[in-house]
């Protein structure tokens, strides 16, 4: 069975960083791509990065590009998102999903950046 | 505002057909294929429609996903009450480089 759980949210003031994680279990990790999305509290859904299956190809939204960096350890099954710079807008749950699609989601993390 | 557009809300009442659109542009939805999302309340998303129109496996038949040109749709037949959720479409931008969220789709169940 598929299963992924993140983890490293909390409160960080402004201007502060955070690392999230996300522990992949029930598939082979190294032979997917990997997502991260938030969602801000009552907001839809928001694209936020994404990672190839070897992490050569990383993509990310515009309001993350340059403070953001997403990675992957495929020998420990888990995908990260080093966070710096951060912004109340960041204040989200973040999810991680299984390929460029989403296939599965984990339950999310909460990111909130708040003074 | 997001490149990716759907209505924010929508109604039907039990067992009647109600569809979602989700309206994109020649960067997205017209060259990409498209996915679409349930999330309940307080819940993770979970996915319900791949590549416009493929179900995951235990997906039931009541829901359907079609696209013709830069628009696609999400089509639910015989509602039910547990329907009540938000659907969200979602697509490659080739401009962007990245995943665009339609702003999501309130359906609620009268």
């Known amino acids: 069975e598929v299963h992924l759980l993140e983890s490293g949210g909390g409160l960080v003031q402004p201007g502060g960083s955070l690392r999230l994680s996300c522990a992949a279990s029930?598939?082979?990790?190294?032979?997917?791509?990997m997502t991260w999305v938030r969602q801000a509290p009552g907001k839809g859904l928001e694209w936020v990065s994404a990672?190839?299956?070897?992490?050569?190809?990383?993509n990310y939204a515009n309001s993350v590009k340059g403070r953001f960096t997403i990675s992957r350890d495929n020998s420990k099954n888990t995908l990260y998102l080093e966070m710096n710079s951060l912004r109340a807008e960041d204040t989200a749950v973040y999810y991680c999903g299984r390929d460029w699609s989403c296939d599965y989601w984990g339950q999310g993390t909460l990111v909130t950046v708040s003074s | 505002q997001s490149v990716v557009t759907q209505p924010p809300s929508a109604s039907g009442t039990p067992g009647q057909r109600v569809t979602i659109s989700c309206s994109g542009s020649s960067s997205n939805i017209g060259i990409k294929t498209v996915n679409w999302y349930r999330q309940l309340p307080g819940t993770a998303p979970k996915l319900l429609i791949y590549s416009n129109n493929q179900r995951p496996s235990g997906v039931p038949d009541r829901f359907s996903g079609s696209k013709s040109g830069t628009s696609a749709s999400l089509a639910i037949s015989g509602l039910q009450s547990e329907d009540e959720a938000d659907y969200y479409c979602?697509?490659?931008?080739?401009?962007?480089?990245?995943?665009?969220f339609g702003g999501g789709t309130k359906l609620t169940v009268l």
């Open positions: 990672i190839g299956e070897d992490g050569t190809t990383t």
């Open positions: 029930g598939f082979r990790f190294s032979t997917y791509a």
């Open positions: 979602a697509v490659w931008d080739d401009s962007l480089n990245g995943g665009v």
